[in-house]
């Protein structure tokens, strides 16, 4: 879910992706990993991820027609670290990209400091 802000109003929207949580368990599960040692090598790395990038389209998506595909630039398969940054990036990417459309501003969410609206 995403809460956007326009003409003084709080708007929300569902944006469905397939591959969304699904990708990052498959990312997961590719390197062997559990929630715990995914969130701490996604730490370990910085934003922007060196310039590393991935296209995750394990299956079709929903969203926009595209084939199921894994693309990577800049980036290192033996990696796990990076592609653990590179999958959570792609994502948010993906959100940016499809709620444009709304033309809002994020905003701090008073009721917990450190939350977007």
């Known amino acids: 879910m995403l809460f956007v802000r326009t003409n003084g109003r709080l708007h929300v929207t569902h944006l469905l992706q397939r591959n969304?949580?699904?990708?990052?368990?498959?990312i997961r599960d590719d390197y062997g990993l559990d929630w715990g040692q995914f969130n701490r090598l996604l730490e370990q790395t910085?934003?922007?991820?060196?310039?590393?990038?991935?296209?995750?389209?394990?299956?079709?998506?929903?969203?926009?027609?595209?084939?199921a595909s894994i693309r990577r630039f800049n980036l290192d398969s033996n990696n796990a670290a990076a592609n653990c940054r590179a999958i959570v990036e792609a994502q948010m990417m993906s959100v940016r990209l499809h709620s444009q459309w709304m033309k809002g501003d994020a905003e701090e969410d008073p009721r917990q400091p450190g939350a977007v609206l």
């Open 46 to 67: 910085a934003p922007g991820n060196d310039g590393g990038i991935m296209l995750p389209w394990f299956e079709p998506e929903i969203v926009r027609g595209s084939s």
């Open 20 to 26: 969304g949580s699904l990708a990052c368990e498959r």
